[in-house]
């Protein structure tokens, strides 16, 4: 893996670099409206692994899914109860992680074999546009090394990650 860079988060070619390095199996570090998110393909085991390895994460530690829509989010679970679409009506996008039966779409690595996934919708135009761009869910815990705190700008998690992200 080559040298980790800090680009320009907003700019639309950053954003669609991004989302290549993603569909190739990649990781990238993205804003969210909390901290800086370590993304890899939600469905794609082998990138999730990637996320595990670069922040020495024990794999019993189950990652949040990011998504761009609530259709997005309920293709992921078993069933949505009504409660829970209110809910997303009124809170998403927004800090607000809903955590349901998933379904078979979802590896159980991202999941730590647990039979829920934890889902939330972020409030960040890049972070959205780089989910919607992918066409596909964002599994993202925060960008840092386990156990440390977690990253709120793009030099910690350089400082953090560097080398490990793509």
Do not use: C
């Amino acid at each position: 893996m080559s040298k980790s860079k800090i680009v320009a988060a907003n700019d639309p070619s950053n954003i669609q670099k991004a989302v290549e390095i993603l569909i190739a199996g990649g990781i990238v570090a993205f804003p969210t409206e909390t901290v800086y998110g370590l993304g890899a393909d939600a469905l794609n085991p082998l990138a999730v692994a990637r996320v595990f390895e670069a922040k020495s994460r024990p794999q019993f530690d189950p990652l949040i899914v990011h998504v761009a829509s609530m259709a997005q989010a309920i293709s992921l679970w078993k069933e949505t109860p009504e409660a829970v679409l209110r809910l997303m009506k009124e809170y998403w996008p927004g800090p607000l992680t809903l955590v349901l039966p998933k379904n078979d779409k979802i590896p159980d690595l991202v999941t730590a074999g647990l039979p829920t996934v934890a889902v939330r919708m972020p409030k960040n135009e890049v972070a959205l546009k780089l989910i919607q761009l992918l066409g596909r869910p964002v599994a993202a815990p925060s960008a840092n090394l386990f156990g440390y705190t977690s990253a709120t700008t793009a030099l910690a998690v350089s400082e953090d990650l560097e080398g490990k992200v793509d």
